[in-house]
């Protein structure tokens, strides 16, 4: 290479030349220009737009936009619409088109334009598309979005469409997608898999964020990726779910006000506001709820420990008072155009407070039935504060071209105290009582910028970066009650400090080609992972990861309004800090979790092959899905022989940790249907058939079975203004390590009728309507077995009201109201 002496200069001079060349270039397209004949024939323009939904303003991602010649309707040209709804045409003769944009669910729209020599480029901006109109009988019924969405890539769960989760929480909502099932604790599997990564707005929800504990009255939509792309985190084995809170863009005052009575003490309400003015619209929301659930549980065990087997019959009865409330505050500013900066605030505070009475029968070999009456106490004091910012900017000047910038950071801390209380008993039995109290808090910052940029017509790139951080410092502190009033005192044996802190760089590159029905997308993501923990006095661990995430996908539109989609990812699901440092939780005095600081990252190979057709009102979704772990994370419940034996007491002490076993796979199909049967009445259904395979707790072998999700969903319009729906939903048995969890179904019905010329809505609920949803878990290890039955207060009555401001209105079925219980704890 040749040494330059003066950089300065040579710069100079390489600036001079390439204006000389712009200038040359500008003026030979001037004179082409100005030329007769060919040479002026080959001038060539373009189209560009944004379709967006009418009601919503939402961006509707890959629509088919065809160019016609006008007057013989001769086809020109075709895209289809990018994630944000834009779309080009470019290389069109000046002339007279039609233009026809057809998505599913929408109704097809039609525009003119005219491209002439003077202005041989047309920029249509915003293009709003109405729902799909239905005609059944000779009656045309005006649709709307549906309820449930099922994309090739996501599913989208409109939860204001939705009557029978009135009143829900989220997880309860995300029962009607196929494959999802939730627990009694909130945790939420797809496919088998409950590594699912959480999104609030489109970025990583707070960590105390539970989905049974958030009302979806709060929630715009409910987002189900099951096989992202490189431009998302590779982060949750099973795919990432987005929660999308509610905010209006209409212009002037917009919002609704919702209060709910639900049987035997629950109340909630909530209020939403919006103001557009000129460049600013001001968004804000509150919501609060105090309820009150019981429960019930059942544990039949026999554990054998030094020799010795220990039987466990106990009958439990549990309350649950859970009090929360939000405010949320936002200003977006459009301060140019194409360039909108938005802020946002949030403030969540949860609190729970739980009590369980347990009858608990110890026996063991022909020693005389020890009786206990036991009392566990739990009591939750949470918050977050997260503070956001985001900066998006495109160019009217190259459509398809845009930058966005993100950071956010969250604040999660509060308290977590359990107590257990011997009540009666032998007098050999220790009666102190024991507390745990758990001091947390969690720093979550993070910052991320995207870029995607245009070659053509049918080609663009796409990049990114993104940093995650997490610092939690935190004590456990364990204390005992020697005699009843008397004050806890501490105890250093048994008590905690721990220090955790996990940084993620990330990066991305994707690739994406249309070639005329063909869509190929390509990316690669690669994320470091560096963490350190430290447990005092038991130890410190430290890990540095790094690896590369590649994906792909290949689709083809068909005629009559299909669509087939291929696709492939690998992802992995990291362990939470709670799984990896090595700190004692207890949950009673015989049972406890802790971390295992050897832990390793869930590594998944996704495919995934899908199929959709519309016709009419009718649409069908098939997918097959394969979903290949290794290093599988697993929670293991094993007794701790050495506590059990240093308890000196006759029964026994489980421990509950985690580790990698092997391999683990779940493949099968998914079906999803949307089918008008009369003028008034709709039918949704949708399921899954897949075989679970998990790793055997021994670390040898596999154990699976078949296993599957039902959901049906009937809507009735009897009238103009009255909606009622019906649904029901099924989970058949599931395989776990250590055992199985047997089959969850149940009923719910809810009607709404809309009030006052549409501005307000009276809604009437019950969930569970005959009583079946109950939890029953099987387990069984070395020396240990066990049976749980566990029923929480899921048949509950709601009765809502509602009151629409501004251009905010009903939506054809009921806005939510509170649902029953899902979650607690049984004993």
């Known amino acids: 290479m040749k040494h330059v002496a003066n950089p300065a200069a040579w710069l100079g001079r390489l600036s001079g030349r390439l204006v000389a060349a712009r200038q040359l270039w500008g003026l030979v397209l001037l004179v082409a220009g100005l030329l007769p004949g060919p040479l002026a024939a080959q001038a060539l323009g373009g189209v560009s737009g944004t379709l967006l939904d009418q009601g919503t303003r939402q961006p509707l991602p890959f629509a088919s936009v065809l160019l016609l010649r006008l007057p013989d309707s001769t086809w020109v040209a075709n895209a ?27 109704r097809p729209a039609r525009r003119l334009t005219t491209l002439a020599v003077a202005t041989p480029v047309v920029r249509l901006g915003e293009w709003l598309v109405a729902p799909a ?81 958030l009302p979806a009255s709060r929630l715009e939509t409910i987002e189900v990726i099951t096989n992202p792309g490189a431009r998302y985190s590779a982060q949750g ?42 460049k600013f619209n001001f968004f804000g929301s509150t919501d609060g709820l105090n309820n009150q ?11 054998t420990a030094d020799g010795r087997t220990t039987g466990t019959d106990q009958t439990g009865r549990t309350t649950r008072h859970q009090a929360n409330e939000a405010l949320r505050l936002g200003l977006d500013y459009a301060w140019r155009p194409g360039q909108t900066l938005t802020l946002t605030t949030e403030i969540y505070k949860n609190d729970l407070h739980q009590t369980s009475d347990f009858t608990t029968l110890l026996t063991r070999g022909t020693d005389p039935i020890i009786r206990l009456q036991n009392q566990n106490l739990e009591a939750d004091n949470l918050y977050t504060a997260r503070v956001s910012g985001n900066y998006r900017h495109t160019w009217a000047a190259y459509p398809g071209r845009e930058l966005t910038a993100s950071a956010t950071y969250t604040l999660d801390g509060g308290t977590v105290t359990t107590e257990q209380r011997v009540l009666d008993g032998p007098a050999s039995y220790a009666r102190q ?72 760089p990330q990066a991305y590159g994707s690739y994406q080609h249309k070639a005329g029905p063909w869509d190929y997308q390509a990316g690669l993501r690669a994320e470091f992972t560096g963490l350190q923990a430290r447990v005092v006095p038991t130890g410190s661990a430290s890990q540095r990861i790094f690896n590369v995430f590649p994906s792909a996908t290949v689709a083809r539109t068909l005629p009559h309004e299909q669509r087939i989609q291929l696709s492939y990812s690998r992802r992995l699901n990291r362990p939470n800090f709670l799984q990896i440092i090595a700190l004692p939780i207890y949950s009673d005095a015989r049972n406890y979790v802790v971390g295992n600081p050897g832990l390793r990252p869930e590594y998944v190979h996704a495919g995934e092959l899908g199929h959709q057709v519309a016709w009419q009102a009718t649409t069908l979704s098939t997918t097959v899905f394969g979903r290949f772990a290794s290093q599988a994370l697993q929670s293991l419940r094993t007794i701790d022989t050495l506590a059990t034996r240093l308890s000196g007491q006759p029964d026994f002490i489980t421990r509950t940790s985690y580790a990698n076993l092997g391999r683990t796979a779940s493949y099968g199909l998914e079906l999803s249907l949307t089918q ?55 989970r058949a048995p599931l395989v776990v390590p250590q055992g199985r969890l047997l089959a969850v179904y149940g009923v719910d019905v809810a009607l709404r009728q809309r009030l006052l010329r549409d501005r307000a809505a009276l809604t009437l609920r019950v969930s569970d309507v005959f009583n079946t949803r109950r939890q029953y878990t099987q387990l069984g290890a ?31 079925a009921i806005d939510n109201q509170p649902n029953g219980d899902t979650g607690g704890f049984g004993g």
């Open 133 to 213: 109109a239905v005609q059944l009988g000779g009656v045309v019924v005006q649709g709307e979005k549906e309820m449930l969405v099922d994309d090739l890539d996501k599913k989208v769960i409109n939860v204001a469409k939705d009557l029978n989760s009135a009143g829900g929480t989220a997880a309860e909502v995300l029962q009607k997608v196929p494959s999802v099932a939730v627990d009694e604790n909130g945790q939420v599997s797809l496919r088998g898999s409950t590594g699912v990564t959480l999104y609030l707005d489109g970025k990583p929800a707070p960590s105390s964020l539970r989905l049974d504990q």
């Open 293 to 303: 659930f019981r429960g019930s549980s059942a544990l039949q065990q026999v554990a």
């Open 80 to 106: 289809q619409t990018a994630e944000n709804g834009s779309f080009t045409l470019v290389n069109v003769k000046p002339g007279r088109y039609l233009l026809r944009a057809e998505a599913l669910g929408y």
């Open 237 to 278: 084995a099973g795919g990432i779910i987005n929660l999308v809170q509610k905010k209006q863009t209409e212009a002037g005052w917009n919002g609704a006000a919702l209060a709910t009575v639900g049987t035997r003490n629950k109340y909630s309400a909530s209020l939403n506001l919006s103001r557009k003015v000129g």
């Open 676 to 730: 008008p049967l009369t003028k008034w009445w709709k039918l949704i259904a949708n399921g899954s058939f897949y075989r679970n395979q998990v790793a055997s707790y021994a670390g040898e072998g596999t154990r699976a079975n078949f296993t599957g999700t039902a959901y049906l969903l009937n809507t009735f319009s009897p009238t103009k203004a009255l909606a009622v729906q019906l649904s029901g939903n099924y």
């Open 433 to 504: 009582a024991r507390r745990q109290l758990l001091e947390v808090t969690i720093h979550l910052p993070s910052a991320q910028v995207d870029y995607v940029h245009p070659l053509d017509e049918k080609r663009r790139w796409g990049a990114g970066l993104k940093t995650d951080i997490m610092v939690t410092p935190g004590t456990a502190d364990y204390a005992v009650q020697p005699v009843a009033g008397a004050e806890f005192i501490r105890q250093e044996r048994g008590s905690y400090r721990y220090h955790y802190q996990q940084v993620i």
């Open 782 to 812: 070395a020396g240990l077995s066990a049976d749980l039955q566990t029923k929480y207060e899921t048949r509950v009555g709601y009765l809502g009201f509602t009151w629409f401001l501004g251009a905010n209105k009903p939506a054809g």
